[in-house]
């Protein structure tokens, strides 16, 4: 796909577009346009009353940006020898397609009126449409070119609206125009595309959207913090204030982080390079970050992994996964304990988890946690075939045969004796039970 | 190449031969050698309607790439532009001229819009002052494409996120002007039912651009009894839903790659395999292909056994060799090599793809998937966080995974209850970025995630009057459209189905609770060109989907087609053929960004 994704971005950013403001044409061109489309209008009645079926259609050519093309053409095919060009005089686009399209359907009386240019919205659009001669610049009064502009909408030609719109911003002021564009949902939702399109005026979310193309942070945040007092619904006011605070802290911890690696101060850095700058990640990402590179700071700190937590209301259960996986990945098993040990009053722990252990074990086992600590919290889980099948999967042998023997299963100890190798200690330890027990 | 198009019901290759037609009238305007200069993106289409030989024989003797810079060296008269009216390939071309002029080369430059010319684009040209150097401008309409024996593609991709986010309806006038040029070439289409916003606008369009021209009719006698015309947001469900085989493989339409090792495999019993390929083996798939034609409408749960059957069938063929004794049969079978050949590659090729398959359904991510979606479907525990899909955020999931099933979920319970649509939409942009929200917002406007406004739940009436869900579906031997889904019914294929039998009078009250009109306007034939029907003959319907339709839609009209006592086969037309992934990707705000 091609995509002038870099180059788009800095022309937005860059260039301040004029766009569609034809102020600039002097009287010489206006005139010229004017004489141009007489002839023409002439033109096309003559040949449509010589060969109905193939209507030699102008396109855009009533209009300045039509009629610009239109005499570029002329001067291109006047500098070029000749032959080529059908039709050296009145250059035109043949756009009637083959097809058996119904292009003899005009009358010769809409024709005829078409030479004084009085063509009403409807026909007027419907020139639009099919690439003939038209003019706007009849529709003087407001109700006139509201009327167009009901008319274009109901056309549902997006390009026809676009036009009639650019002529309405030309001639109206923008009180008039907005006013009536309120009340026309399709033609401000048009608008508001074109003027995105042009980049004259930002729309809440479209103004928020732009901090995409700004690459340098601090401008980015100063951008972000800017956004903060636009009228935002409360729901997004709260994700643009978290975005920005966010911004705001991943410049200070890159900074400082930079500089404590760079220094050789800290064994985690030296340990674990970074991979990559934490600016504009996710905040899960950043929790992750943080509690592998900052575990054990004191909240104080914006770095914190309870600072983090708080500030940005991270949810219990996301909280326990993503310190899990860090610490996880870090082997720091201790931690991990820590994680789900709680204590009672009585000063008795117990290992709790807003996530089922099964999930748990999962994790660990990703992070290649050792046995010993992957059957701690195979043990934990609750359902007894659940964990059953977790154990057999991870090979947690004392799991599985601590298991039959609480459930006083000697059958399945037997089939499982028949699993382990002979003669290992988990052989030993399930002979040393069925031997034991009483039959 | 184009042979499938002429078997079905429909002869579809008139239509692809007056687009053709139109291509080389345009050729011929530039007169002399030729250099096209293609929108990557068009290539396809075009190439739905024409092949490099078409091209040449006009003098197209080279073609590249748009792209920024210098055009490459081609010592031609004319550099044709192929675009669509884009405002960044504007630029991009006005780029390769100024370069151009640079050089003093004497090359004529031309522009061909598709499907058409757009002020905006022609007003960047002009702004970059390279819109003198065109000597011609001009656009083709290519609205709709031939696709398939029955079916039809306007290949516009931004249609839905046009129509429902945007509201540039763009698309639809083009719709209508494709459908009026299928009238054009297939008669007038005396009956046309729609539901939807889009679809009312479709037909008054239509309606008005056939008073417009009233009285240059067309003399052909109606090959379309009716057609039907619905929008894609009466049926958002559908396109979220896990599609069955097709629509797994067709990520890049029509193209399947094969990665080298599975096409290896199948190279040791052909000729001993020396050069092992290293490319992934890519593969051309519409009905052309006969084994093609009978597996991809099946589901994912019965292509195994389809497969496995031609496999015998296939090998008893070549086992005859055995039993041939006169030189009759000789002759006989030795004809019949080449046919047996290219069966055994092709039957080898799918059986490659069906293991790929295979290995993704057999998963258990995906089966998880598919029951957390059906569980969506049937309305179990619509309204509670759903632990699934909690667990695929925490995990860092693709984030279009995550859409569709909180969309999903959303759709099933007409809106998430406001506190519960928060948790998701937090869970979202603190995992996958602040920035998302652009894209929830996107969702939330087309309706597609939204809040639950009233405490009415009008899905389960939908579901158990149309009847979306059905417990015992037959994958192997389907006999209800829900075998697409393995038990899900799409919803706009049930209204299809009703209409034809026994019509939208039986689910006013349903129709009523699905967004947009229903309606039925009637155009009236010249006289004589009414049809009688002979008895038993089918009738036929063109099936319209404003904003895309997906592969397991096509499989359920398809198979409602060749139902014995159906009574109706079905064209099938769509601004796009989509799949959820592709759908989603459309809404979001720079897809492309995701990537990096």
Known sequence: MIRGKPDEDEYWNSSKFKAFTFDDEDDDFTRLKESKRAVNSIRSLVEEEDEEDDVEKVSWSGEPVGSISWSVKETASSIRSTGEVRDQSFPKINTAPSLPKNSSGYSLSSLFKGTTHDWTPEETVKRMQQGKVYSLEKFRSLQDKLLLLDEAVNAHDGNVITAVLIYLKKSLSKENLFRELITREIALRHYIHFLKEIEEQKLLLMQYRDHLNIRDENKRRDFLKSCLSLPFSPDDATHVQDHYTLLERQIIIEANDKQVESSGQADIFKKYPRKASILNMPIITTLYYSCFYHYGESDGTYSSPANIRKTFRISDKQFLLTCLGARAKLKAWFDVDALFTTKNWLGYTKKRSPIGFHRIVDILQKNNAPVQVLQEYVNLVEDAEQKISLAQKYKCHDVIINTYRDLKDRQQLIVYRGKVERGSSEYRKIEEILSNSVR | ?596
């Open chain 2, 1 to 596: 190449m184009s042979a499938h198009l002429s078997y079905g019901r429909v002869n579809l290759n008139i239509l692809r031969e007056a687009a053709r037609k139109e291509l080389r009238e345009f050729l011929d305007k530039c007169g002399g050698s030729k250099a096209i200069v293609w929108d990557e993106y068009l290539t396809g289409p075009f190439g739905l309607i024409a092949q490099y030989s078409l091209l040449k024989e006009h003098e197209v003797e080279k073609m590249f790439t748009l792209k920024g810079g210098r055009l490459p060296a081609a010592d031609v008269k004319n550099i044709i532009f192929f675009v669509r009216p884009r405002l960044e390939l504007m630029d991009i071309i006005a780029e390769n001229v100024i370069s151009e002029d640079k050089m003093h080369s004497p090359r004529d430059f031309h522009m061909l819009f598709v499907p058409r010319r757009s002020m905006l684009c022609e007003q960047r040209l002009k702004e970059q002052g390279v819109l003198g150097s065109f000597i011609n401008i001009d656009e083709y309409i290519l609205d709709l494409i031939p696709y398939d024996g029955d079916l039809l593609s306007m290949e516009s991709e931004g249609a839905f996120r046009e129509c429902y986010l945007e509201s540039d309806q763009t698309s639809l006038y083009h719709t209508a002007k494709g459908l009026m040029t299928l009238q054009a070439l297939y008669g007038t289409i005396p009956q046309i039912f729609g539901k939807g916003e889009c679809a009312r606008h479709v037909a008054n369009m239509m309606l008005r651009m056939k008073r417009e021209f009233a009285g240059s009719q067309t003399q052909i006698l109606p090959v379309f009894d009716s057609l039907l015309l619905l929008d894609r947001n009466v049926d958002l469900l559908t396109p979220l839903a896990t599609q069955h085989l097709e629509g797994f493989l067709s990520i890049f339409i029509r193209y399947v790659k094969l990665p080298p090792e599975k096409f290896s495999a199948q190279k040791k019993q052909g000729e001993a395999g020396k050069d092992l390929p290293t490319e992934p083996k890519k593969m051309q798939l519409n009905s052309a292909e006969e084994l093609y034609a009978e597996i991809r409408d099946k589901n994912f749960n019965g292509v195994g056994a389809a497969l496995s059957k031609k496999a015998k069938i296939i090998s008893a063929a070549f086992e005859e060799r055995h039993s041939a004794k006169t030189v009759g049969e000789i002759k006989q079978f030795v004809s019949q090599l080449p046919h047996m050949q290219a069966a055994r590659s092709s039957l080898a090729n799918h059986t490659s793809i069906a293991e790929l398959i295979k290995d993704i359904t057999t998963s258990e991510a995906f089966f998880d998937n598919l029951t957390v979606e059906q569980e969506f479907m049937t309305g179990v525990d619509t309204d509670k966080v759903n632990t699934y899909i909690e667990d695929c955020i925490a995990q860092k999931d693709p984030l279009i995974k995550i859409l569709r099933l909180v969309c999903m979920q959303s759709v099933c319970n007409n809106g998430l209850k406001q506190k519960l649509l928060d948790y998701y939409k937090r869970e979202i942009l603190q995992t996958y970025g602040y920035e998302h929200m652009l894209t929830l917002n996107n969702l939330e406007k087309t309706g597609l995630l939204k809040p639950q406004t009233s405490t009415r739940n009008n899905y389960p009436t939908i579901r158990k009057t149309l009847k979306l869900w059905m417990e015992d579906a037959n994958e192997q031997n389907p006999n209800d459209i829900s075998y697409v889904y393995s038990g899900y019914a799409p919803l706009s294929i049930r209204l299809t189905q009703v209409l034809a039998r026994p019509g939208w009078r039986s689910i006013e009250e349903v129709l009523k609770m699905l967004p947009g009109p229903h309606f039925e306007e009637r155009q009236q034939l010249p006289a004589g060109l009414h049809k009688k029907r002979q008895q038993g003959e089918n009738r036929t319907t063109l099936v319209f989907f404003l904003g895309g339709v997906t592969y397991a839609e096509i499989a359920a009209l398809r198979f409602l087609s060749q139902m014995e006592d159906g009574g109706t086969e079905y064209i099938i037309a769509t601004t796009k053929l989509i799949n959820g992934t592709s759908w989603i990707k459309s809404l979001m705000d720079r897809p492309e960004a995701q990537a990096s």
